[in-house]
């Protein structure tokens, strides 16, 4: 015979309520399994098969036993007496927090949580690593051209006017090499009102004599000092008027036409940057994609402006070949800027190029010359054209794009489950040591049960999607090679942030969608506990 009230113990397991109460279920379920079997034995049906027959009327002891607690008590099975596979008695659930902590462990996944899409903008300065106590200890150390180093990284990045000063003029006193850093002192394109560009200029002038790039900054400064500089557009008439009559602004522009090279110190800069930042253990491909624009790109659109008004000034003294060689040296000054490593250069040389072309055509139509056969417009076209939109386009269809965008996705699911994770984890300890704890807590352990299962799967998406871009500052030897992989990368994982659609609740909303939800727990909690205090009251007064 077979013994049906220990049949059901094993399968039911036990009840958190009085034995007597227990006991009387078990044997109800008992004597109902036993009279299936006997009904199934009348028929001329195996003993074998019976047993099997009568079991299957509970095909699910667990979720029997949670509707058999919760008629007869009124609640829910606690959560550490549940037995499914989301229990936290059952190991799955922890075995998945333990998951989502090794991959916190590993370097690359840290890496990745810097540049979350809801975190701010990355910067090139670290307050803590280039703070006055690390700028000390690095002097003590008797090592000079770091220090230097580091010092002419604090002039190029530091927010603190005063602190960039000082540090660029005691970096180019250990190491005159580093007197290019004047080309960021002098705040070209947008000095700070009554700021003295002039004694940097004058440094860098003597230091690198030959250099346009050093005299269109000088232009700069003196077209940002005409009081109408910003009323209108560079090619309207009274600006080219106001800045012609401005004795340094066209000593500046014709030192810059006879200079013998084009050096706007980016190769410089990124050494410099990608070196600092290795010693100072900020090992953050973002931050030198950050630092990459300290460096002012003088207004290129000057030298064309300059380069119109001296050729039609040659023309019109009848001097047309002396007209074609202004445009030859604009010619020479774009391909200088083609051959530069960044986007801005290209598209630079692109736009005098073409401008100029269409001048030269022009100056030789009138001559009766081929423009085919003309050194000067050969010159001219042999500098490619820049598509900003479809260089954008391609960056943005890349796989590199790709990528970011399934990291920004996957932080956005990391972050929301690891929030909700924490809280099923503090209610479900809090549940552990007192099971009688709350209702809310008992309920909110089972509702978010999924969420540490799911945590290890984002942290998972977030770590193969990164894993690519998770390169040392080593491996980029040059501005193009960063800006074409991680700089691509770093586009998609910041889309999601600076998309029309997202934009508000990923940069704006997120945190404090995350503060509402946890004040609407509290405040659950809280009023469920009130009702738990009223309702002896009321039973009492009945």
Known sequence: MLDWEKIVRDKLGSLPMDASKADEIVEELAHQLEAAYQEELARGISHAEAARRSLVQFQDWE?????IFQSASGARLPVWQQKGLL????????????????FLALPSFRKALHILPFADWPDAWSASAFSSKALRHLEKSGDTQKYARALAYVALHSPDEQQSAQAADRAIALDPHLTWICAKMTRANFPPPDYDSARWLKRLEAWDPDNAYVYLLAAGVAQTSEPKAFTYAPSTANLRRALFADSRWRASMEQAFSAKRWDDYEDKQFALERQVLWENG??????????SSALPLPLVGLLQMYADDVAEQEEKVGHPEQALGVYLQVASVAQQLAAGSTDIEHFAAAALAKDSHKQVTRVLQTLGRNVGSDPTALALASIPAFDRRGEFNRRLSSPACRAGRIVGFSSVAF?????????WLVCAVALRFNPDLSRVANSTVRWLSWAPLLLPVSCLAVFLNFLPYAKSLADYPSPHVLDESFGAFFIGAFSLRYSIDT???IHRMFWPAIWCAAVCAVGIRVLSWVRSRREPNHSATE
Not at 88 to 101: D, E, G, Y
């Open 63 to 67: 979720k029997l036993r949670r509707e």
């Open 87 to 102: 229990s936290p008695r059952r190991p799955v659930v922890w075995i998945a927090l333990a998951v989502s902590l090794v």
């Open 282 to 291: 900020l090992d953050r491909p973002e931050k030198l994609l950050a630092a």
């Open 415 to 423: 972050l929301s489950l690891a929030c909700l994770s924490a809280l």
């Open 503 to 505: 934009n508000i609740w």
